[in-house]
């Protein structure tokens, strides 16, 4: 079982930054790769980044390539994922996500979710 707590959420201007936190509880979570997810309102929730069990691997979808990147400390149980040249388009809800699938794009793969973090940006 791996419970999972975002934060950082929060209101930003257009091309400004964020970073967002997802700290996950139990002994298990170096063994899950991770996953960020958004969903803005209407929309169908869809895949952000992805990173590999050991974090020597990332995955981006092509509308944040280049403008965010994933990273975790497996010691402090936390994924991360930074934000910046944030445009409107960006905003939505963010969930962080585990899943015994490395690298997977599919919300169905992951197995557990957090509650999600609020992200708007500004124009």
């Known amino acids: 079982q791996v419970q999972l707590v975002e934060s950082g959420g929060g209101l930003v201007q257009a091309g400004g930054s964020l970073r967002l936190s997802c700290a996950a509880s139990?002994?298990?979570?170096?063994?899950?790769?991770m996953g960020w997810f958004r969903q803005a309102p209407g929309k169908e929730r869809e895949f952000v980044a992805a990173?590999?069990?050991?974090?020597?691997?990332?995955y981006y979808a092509d509308s944040v390539k280049g403008r965010f990147t994933i990273s975790r400390d497996n010691a402090k149980n936390t994924v991360y994922l930074q934000m910046n040249s944030l445009k409107p388009e960006d905003t939505a809800v963010y969930y962080c996500?585990?899943?015994?699938?490395?690298?997977?794009?599919?919300?169905?793969?992951?197995?557990?979710w957090g509650q999600g973090t609020q992200v708007t940006v500004s124009s």
């Open positions: 996500a585990a899943s015994l699938v490395e690298g997977s794009y599919y919300r169905y793969e992951y197995d557990y």
């Open positions: 139990g002994r298990t979570f170096s063994s899950y790769a």
């Open positions: 990173i590999s069990w050991s974090g020597s691997t990332t």
